[in-house]
């Protein structure tokens, strides 16, 4: 697949995504009034900011699907990375004006009016909270994609805190009240969860994380007939573009014929072993020369 295609294919599911995700905030916010629910409502407004980060997921492909061009000589990939830190920014956000909503109903208490289509509102949308969940984060995997797995967990929460409403709805119904507010508390911590795992991958990514385990990319590279020992293994960037470059060392009367060969043999042999390898950087060292060095 090629990157135009795997854009295309993640704006698809951002933007079927984002529709149902407003269709479900709509539902969640209106009835939320309607009942006077605080932990109803708290799960509207969140799963309002489900459809903003599809939003803001869009446009980070916008940008992230650029070419290669002369500034930017490692293409634009990072942008849709960047947009998933913008997604847990805003979530932060959601997750202190829950918080407030419910100090606010704690401090003065409002009792929802609960009824059958309560439960019926919420029970409809978190099924559907649940199939865009399943879909978008296999989705994410599957193309490589930063903000389709942000956004799934994103999701996630909300389905953490739609059941926290149906149990408040539960409790108000068998007389506990204050169910609401403590509920909507709760709802915000899952929120902050989510902000924080998003916030903690996208960075790792920006920071040039390691992105495959050294021993790993040794045990391949040894396994080539020809190297004697690597050193100074190093990996960063995205699932789905992952740069690698090593120090190899190898026969001092290796020729520089065969040291070539060699070098196009470890790049295939990793990109083969490696999903999302793009870029590998063969240093070739004379053994002997190398173990001097050492020495000295």
């Known amino acids: 697949m090629?990157?135009?295609?795997r854009f295309q294919k993640i704006r698809r599911v951002l933007i079927y995504v984002l529709i149902l995700n407003w269709g479900v905030a709509a539902a969640k916010l209106f009835y939320g009034?309607?009942?006077?629910?605080?932990?109803?409502k708290a799960d509207g407004f969140h799963s309002f900011s489900d459809g903003a980060s599809n939003l803001l997921g869009l446009l980070g492909i916008w940008i992230a699907s650029r070419p290669i061009d002369r500034s930017h000589p490692y293409g634009h990939k990072k942008f849709e990375t960047l947009t998933?830190?913008?997604?847990?920014?805003?979530?932060?956000?959601?997750?202190?004006?829950?918080?407030?909503?419910?100090v606010i109903r704690f401090l003065h208490p409002v009792v929802p009016a609960v009824s059958v289509k309560s439960f019926l509102v919420m029970?409809?949308?978190?099924?559907?909270?649940i199939g865009v969940m399943i879909y978008e984060s296999r989705?994410?995997?599957?193309?490589?994609?930063?903000?389709?797995?942000?956004?799934?967990?994103?999701?996630?929460?909300?389905?953490?805190?739609?059941?926290?409403?149906i149990i408040t709805l539960i409790g108000i119904k068998l007389g506990y009240p204050i169910l609401d507010p403590i509920a909507t508390l709760i709802i915000a911590f899952f929120i902050g969860h989510?902000?924080?795992?998003?916030?903690k991958e996208s960075s790792r990514v920006l920071s040039d994380g390691v992105a495959i385990r050294t021993e790993e990319i040794e045990k391949?590279?040894?396994?080539?007939?020809?190297?004697?020992?690597?050193?100074?293994?190093?990996?960063?960037?995205?699932?789905?573009d992952i740069h690698i470059?090593?120090?190899?060392?190898?026969?001092?009367?290796?020729?520089?014929?065969?040291?070539?060969?060699?070098?196009?043999?470890?790049?295939?042999?990793?990109r083969r072993d490696f999903q999302g390898v793009t870029d590998v950087v063969v240093h070739m060292e004379p053994l002997e020369e190398n173990k001097n060095k050492r020495r000295l």
Do not use: Q
Not at 84 to 102: A, M, Q
Not at 142 to 163: E, P
Not at 220 to 240: A, T
């Open 2 to 5: 090629d990157t135009k295609e």
């Open 33 to 40: 009034w309607v009942i006077r629910s605080a932990s109803m």
């Open 84 to 102: 998933s830190i913008i997604i847990s920014g805003l979530l932060f956000i959601v997750c202190l004006n829950v918080v407030r909503e419910g």
């Open 123 to 129: 029970g409809v949308t978190l099924a559907i909270n």
């Open 139 to 165: 989705r994410g995997k599957a193309l490589g994609s930063d903000v389709l797995v942000a956004d799934a967990l994103h999701t996630r929460a909300d389905i953490f805190t739609s059941s926290s409403v």
């Open 194 to 199: 989510a902000a924080v795992g998003i916030l």
């Open 220 to 240: 391949v590279v040894l396994s080539i007939r020809g190297v004697k020992e690597c050193h100074k293994v190093r990996s960063r960037g995205r699932p789905d």
């Open 245 to 270: 470059d090593l120090h190899v060392l190898v026969d001092p009367d290796m020729d520089v014929h065969k040291a070539h060969h060699l070098s196009y043999a470890i790049e295939n042999k990793i």
